[in-house]
């Protein structure tokens, strides 16, 4: 799977996957963006959410017309010094409907450790690579 992500000048960003669906991205005025998208780190939560949500659904197939709404929150904690990441995601289900629990927290347990490649991904190893001017540039030494 491969996203190709383009600067729109500023602090903007287009993205666009082999979907075909393009995804607006921007900083906040505080960071010297115009606000005009998704902030990167709102991606990533939005991401975890569909990921796990996709997943659940897929788990709870045979049941989904006893549930009348499926939300789902996620609440991200960051650390206060630069890089700002996530120390810690709160994932809430909010659901209505005649649907036994155990069987939603079987579906939430299941998409978590088996299923939700987002989720899984968040313990992925990330290596950068740069290409400049069409050359691909390995890092100077130090």
Known sequence: MKVRTRWQGQRAFTSVGDSGYAVEMDATEAYGGAGKGATPTEMLLSALAGCI????????????SLIEKLEIETDGTRKEELPKGFTSIDV???????????????????????????????????????????????????
């Not at 659940?56 to 049941?63: D, F, G, Q």
């Not at 950068?128 to 100077?140: D, M, V």
């Open 53 to 64: 949500g996709i997943d659940v659904t897929m788990i709870l197939k045979p049941h989904l």
């Open 92 to 142: 809430t289900f909010i659901i209505d409907g005649a649907i036994d629990s155990k069987k939603i927290w079987r579906a939430i347990d299941l998409g978590k450790e088996k299923y939700c490649a987002v989720s899984d991904s968040l313990k992925a190893d990330v290596t950068f690579h740069l290409i400049l001017n069409g050359e691909k540039q390995g890092r100077p030494q130090q």
